[in-house]
């Protein structure tokens, strides 16, 4: 009698392990899942897919990385103005027109966005989006268990992905002759090109206590300083032109490798602290 009990609180134990995941419980799970799924869009440049967002606010504020809306590729007028179009694409698959609601004429502002790679949009209409809860970068631990959501590579769907985070860093760069440090964090966890600008998420206690901690950001791709010499020279030869030998087409050739390995992750990934753009909302708030 007594093994028969042994063996069926084991076989409990079995059942309630299975049914448990990186989440929590399966009902747990299915809240924290939705939430950040209904939280998370798809970031469009003149109609074209950039990357990730999330909202921050009911009302319709959005955050992604700079470097997600703003590249070599944007167009200005003559007046500095940038001339491109953003939308959003919901979890209801609703294509939504946003606005940068940064003062980008202010020097300080600028170089913080550019620094920080972060950027703040508002939706043109009212949104039945979910929106995430904003955290304290300076809570979280190495070990500390994380998530995101996004839309890696090509995907049109909304991707969940798991790990922890491994190492919290200060990082140091130069903007206009000037010495500038940001927090970031590496992470044990797989991220593609198409993930960033999407929330890095802690676990709470409870689904509504999840908080985002940062922006995830870059990953680290093998082969890093022969990519930069692969870069310099695409750059340099698309001054001059292109080359062309029995009809191929070598610089297409070489920016095809380039973009694919460019592509490829490790499972070392970043994000940036949530700190400054924390500031923004919290003060816009008030």
């Known amino acids: 009698m007594k093994n028969i009990i042994l063996i069926l609180i084991f076989l409990t134990f079995c059942e309630s392990f299975a049914q ?8 747990t799970t299915k809240k924290r899942i939705e939430s950040i799924k209904q939280s998370t869009v798809k970031i469009l440049v003149d109609n074209i897919k950039s990357g990730t967002g999330f909202f921050v606010t009911s009302d319709g504020i959005l955050v992604t990385n700079w470097h997600v809306v703003i590249d070599d590729k944007t167009k200005l007028d003559d007046k500095g103005n940038i001339l491109n179009k953003f939308s959003i694409v919901d979890f209801k698959n609703d294509t939504i027109p946003v606005n ?5 004429s202010k020097e300080s502002v600028l170089e913080e966005a550019i620094v920080w790679d972060y950027c703040i949009l508002k939706t043109n209409k009212k949104t039945t989006s979910k929106f995430l809860k904003l955290g304290n970068f300076k809570n979280a631990y190495e070990g500390e268990s994380i998530y995101t959501c996004g839309f ?3 995907l049109d769907d909304t991707f969940l992905t798991t790990g922890i985070l491994s190492t919290l860093s200060v990082q140091s760069l130069t903007m206009n002759s000037k010495k500038q440090q940001r ?3 590496w992470l044990d966890m797989t991220t593609n ?6 929330a890095l998420m802690t676990l709470g206690k409870n689904p509504e206590d999840d908080e985002v901690i ?14 930069e010499e692969l ?11 292109t080359v062309e030998f029995m009809g191929i087409n070598f610089l297409r050739y070489i920016k095809l490798i380039n973009t694919a390995v460019n592509s490829n992750s490790v499972g070392i990934s970043g994000c940036i602290s949530i700190e400054k753009v ?3 909302i919290n003060a816009n708030n008030k």
């Open 278 to 280: 924390s500031a923004i």
């Open 100 to 104: 940068i609601i940064l003062n980008l």
């Open 183 to 185: 927090q970031i964090a």
């Open 231 to 241: 870069n310099k020279y695409v750059t340099e030869t698309e001054k001059t032109g």
């Open 20 to 27: 448990t995941s990186f989440f929590g419980d399966r009902e």
């Open 214 to 227: 940062g922006i995830t950001s870059f990953i680290t791709v093998p082969f890093y300083k022969d990519l």
């Open 193 to 198: 090109k198409g993930n960033s600008g999407g």
């Open 152 to 154: 890696p590579l090509d």
